[in-house]
């Protein structure tokens, strides 16, 4: 304080002290600059409401132009489809599950075939007529024609005598991809969803990822015995967790076409050749008590093309409970594990 009057008096002494002087001096010079811009804009935003939704426009188009130039500077483009095939890397093999629906079949194949990732496209026949000799060349042509790679994948019908359920899972000689992307005649999944899911799975080959996921719980126990609960999305989406991934839109590692149709009780394959129903729920303990893990569930929009499915029938969430509580008295044990977890694909997600 005493240095701060003795700077004052010389300034007095020296005859051009002022306070306004000294007031000027402090703020800098371009600090009574900056307050007359900072009362200009003031004045600017509260001037109206068009002034305000100019200066909201003008930062959505830098927000873009930035992101535009970050998504060079990162070297990917999301407006561009994404490739994950490569000789060393190999790709999937699509096994696509169908029953009297050529129409969804020709759609579904001329999908798939169109997608990068795809080596592969072997259709599971549960007719007891082959396909007509019209429907073969036709798809072959489909496959030839859309396909966007060097390497056309390969194309052929998987037939089986009987009409069952666990044909599905049935080993297949030659394939030429451990991957194994399983899906109904009437799920489309977009080609960079598909790919992108095939990436997740590449991390994590022992267990399921996939795009419709579902969830169990401890219901009661009666005289030692526990019963369980099966949760569709609803339950899902209202408790964020899930121990299932449904084979009808899902990757796994071809290893379990072995152990499904070798390995897995015979009992199992009997009820759900029985019940023409739940094979999935069955992949799912088996894959879980083989792995030690839970799924993955990746967050991707799929369209179902088919009027109506199973799940639309009457009394279909008792069934699907019964078929979970009677696999697993049959396999033993339940080997489901529950997980919150959830795969984006963050170039294309800004917020969550």
């Given amino acids: 304080m005493s240095a701060l009057v003795a700077i004052r008096e010389a300034s007095v002494t020296g005859g051009d002290y002022s306070p306004a002087k000294e007031k000027a001096s402090n703020r800098g010079v371009y600090n009574g600059r900056s307050t007359l811009l900072n009362r200009r804009f003031r004045l600017l935003i509260g001037g109206g409401a068009k002034y305000k939704l100019l200066l909201l426009l003008c930062f959505l ?49 001329a999908h798939y075939a169109s997608c990068g990732g795809t080596d592969g496209i072997h259709v599971i026949w549960r007719e007891r007529n082959p ?92 005289n030692g015995v526990a019963y369980y609960g099966y949760g569709g999305w609803w339950s899902v989406w209202w408790t964020g967790t899930y121990s299932m991934v449904l084979s009808k839109a899902a990757f796994f590692h071809k290893k379990y076409l072995d152990l499904y149709t070798s390995k897995m009780p015979s009992s199992i394959h009997d009820y759900v050749s029985n019940e023409r129903n739940c094979e999935d729920i069955g992949m799912s303990l088996l894959v879980a008590n083989a792995s030690g893990a839970p799924p993955i569930w990746v967050k991707g929009k799929i369209y179902e093309i088919g009027s109506s499915g199973i799940r639309s029938l009457k009394g279909h969430s008792y069934a699907r409970n019964k078929c979970l509580n009677d696999l697993v008295s049959l396999y033993g044990a339940i080997p489901l594990i529950k997980t919150n977890m959830k795969a984006c694909d963050a170039r294309h997600i800004w917020f969550w």
């Fill in 61 to 109: 188009t830098s927000l873009y132009s930035l992101s535009s130039r970050l998504s060079s500077f990162m070297g990917w483009n999301p407006h561009y489809p994404s490739s994950v095939y490569s000789t060393s890397r190999g790709g999937y093999t699509v096994l696509i599950n169908t029953w009297k629906r050529n129409t969804l079949l020709k759609q579904s194949v």
């Fill in 131 to 222: 396909p007509s000799d019209e429907l073969r060349v036709y798809l072959k042509n489909v496959v030839l024609s859309k396909s966007q790679t060097a390497n056309k994948p390969n194309f052929r019908f998987d037939l089986n005598e009987r009409d069952n359920l666990n044909n599905r899972f049935k080993p297949i000689e030659d394939l030429r991809t451990d991957a194994i992307f399983s899906v109904d005649d009437d799920v489309i999944v977009p080609c960079r969803t598909l790919d992108f899911a095939f990436t997740v799975w590449q991390t994590a080959s022992r267990t399921m990822v996939g795009f419709v996921p579902r969830m169990h719980w401890l219901n009661e126990e009666r």
